[in-house]
């Protein structure tokens, strides 16, 4: 049902494709973030059509709001939200980490719902019964994040229960339909995080998410902990960089030999008006952009950039106008599916050392 | 360059068509508002491709924002929001006399932008000028709306400036690409309407707007208000009736051979979860909604109903997806259309008053 195969290397960089009953993902690839179901103001339809293959949702979100039941009534995710590609659920371990929660042990997690009040029992099992319901293609296993990046104590905790929950999730799962992918913790302790592969590896899983990174350390040590981690995941299994990054980010994790990446910025940055081009990232709400009757980026296709000029967009923001947020979502989504589409181009012509470089000259030159 | 044509009567109903250099125009119309040059969450293809071929917009809100400059920078209104059909801009009359005003006499009003704190003198001249430089195809006289409808020293007063005022627009207008429409005002007092379109029709215009109705008064006031107005208006006349209404009042004023119309109320109410079906209207916020899996109207064939269902659609507007406020608005903008199309055809075959109660008898069952 499922299956993964490297097509083309180019140094530690790689082409693979990564296929499902929704059909062929080519990676790597990056997953707009549809945490409730949703990518923000936009279709299913338009991020499918723009030439994303995959996406990510979060199961303790769901399950807060709609709730499983109506997901399954509907007949699952898919058809919940008329997404045909790909969809992953993250457990929503970082989520429930990051909430005020009553009680947490070696068991799971009692956590306070900040909206109704309800008390919540997360336990890896209740994760995985809840991802199953929810039906995504692949879903994660409840990992342990650590709060603080740099306290050794924390990030032993955190690897020691995630090991533990990935093997009660495993043993929970039970249907074939979907795969279920591990999370490696350990910050950037190399020990651990070798600790916590080898834990993991024990259980052979097809795929891993390298998760507990971009919470605060410098990125020079977020690059170097990917690197060591990539080197030690087996090239047969997919290598999930979960929660960043933004361009640039993600074409040097490329070369690391990343294959899936999420991140909520492309869109969330769009909302507040900061919009990606080849030549780096603007804010479409300053006064330099009111006259100008070009595109969001000259050098963008997409049907934003080929209909509405960076003086209507800005007008539009400053105007309180959402169709402004909804446009420039839209052009900054798409600038992220044609990044993806040059970086596995330039992987099978042999030629990412130039692709990336000329990238990021480019990009960074702004910034 | 313009022409109204009266291409078949129902009674008083009229199918008519109205031609500009922007294409045909087939009344019966109702025109989606699009304020400060966005139909709210809409692109302005979107707008198009569901069977709108006129919009509204408004000068005085486009005059604060983004102000003309920019937009006679970028080509005109058409070309600053990528509209091809016709499009009207009224003169923020109804705008201006609802914001707090430093001085207001005969000669014009001086208003102090809530935002900026900046003075703005306007006189029905300087509004032409404004109005003019926008660019729409056809724009309305500074009209003086009443603030209180049945006050008769204030509507006295606001049909002698509107008719004053309505002169000196036409002795500023300067260009024939642009077809100006006088506005009538006198809230129901019949006497009070008849001395404005008298005064109004000495000047000739080609189309009148009937203003400073649903202002507070009786619906059955409304109505019969406008009937005696559009009896008094020469039937070579285009009547577009302003700022209201939803379907079933577009429908009841239909019948007394209105032309056009334009309302907000249907893209305001969508984002606040209001759905317009064929069988009435319904909040798909409701609890009920949240377990059906078929679309926000059966009997609609939009894109939105093609594709999602009311459950994912309450979902989105519960976890406060701005998504669920895109979907609802197209579809309310879509019956709208459709609304309109059923009405023309209605009336093309003679069967006005027969559509009429098998639409309202469906419509206003659940109301």
Not at 214 to 229: A, Q, R, Y
Not at 308 to 329: D, K, Q, T, V
Request: with cysteine; glycine share 8%.
């Amino acid at each position: 049902m499922f299956s993964f195969k490297i097509n083309k290397t180019d140094g530690n960089a790689r082409v693979c494709t990564f296929v499902s009953s929704r059909g062929t993902v080519e990676t790597p690839c990056f997953m707009p973030v549809a945490t409730s179901a949703s990518v923000k103001l936009l279709t299913s339809e338009e991020v499918f059509s723009m030439g994303f293959k995959a996406i990510i949702l979060n199961a303790y979100h769901l399950f807060i709001r709609p709730g499983v039941e109506i997901i399954t009534n509907s007949g699952g995710i898919h058809r919940f939200m008329k997404w045909d590609g790909l969809a992953l659920t993250d457990s929503g371990g970082f989520q429930i980490f990051s909430l005020p929660c009553s009680r947490e042990d070696e068991d799971g997690i009692i956590l306070k719902d900040p909206e109704s009040g309800a008390l919540h029992y997360f336990t890896p099992e209740k994760i995985i019964e809840i991802e199953e319901k929810i039906g995504a293609d692949v879903i994660m296993c409840l990992d342990y994040c650590p709060r603080i990046w740099d306290n050794l104590e924390e990030l032993k905790i955190s690897v020691h229960r995630t090991v533990v929950w990935a093997k009660r999730c495993l043993a929970a799962h039970s249907t074939e339909k979907q795969q279920l992918w591990g999370i490696i913790q350990g910050g950037t302790d190399i020990s651990l995080r070798i600790w916590c592969i080898e834990g993991l590896e024990r259980m052979e899983f097809n795929g891993y998410g390298i998760g507990g990174l971009s919470i605060g350390e410098p990125w020079e040590m977020t690059l170097k902990t990917v690197d060591f981690i990539s080197r030690n995941i087996p090239g047969n299994k997919v290598r999930y960089l979960m929660g960043l990054g933004m361009p640039d980010q993600i074409v040097e994790a490329c070369e690391l030999g990343i294959d899936f990446f999420d991140c909520a910025m492309p869109t969330r940055i769009a909302r507040n008006g900061t919009t990606l081009t080849w030549n780096g990232k603007f804010n479409i709400k300053a006064a330099a952009c009111k006259d100008e009757n070009g595109p969001l980026d000259p050098e963008c296709s997409c049907r934003v950039c080929s209909t509405y000029s960076r003086a209507y967009i800005r007008h539009l923001f400053n105007a309180h106008e959402m169709l402004g947020m909804r446009l420039n979502s839209y052009h900054n989504l798409y600038f992220m599916s044609e990044l993806m589409k040059m970086i596995r181009s330039s992987i099978k012509q042999g030629k990412f050392q130039e692709f990336k470089k000329n990238f990021l000259s480019k990009y960074q030159r702004k910034e």
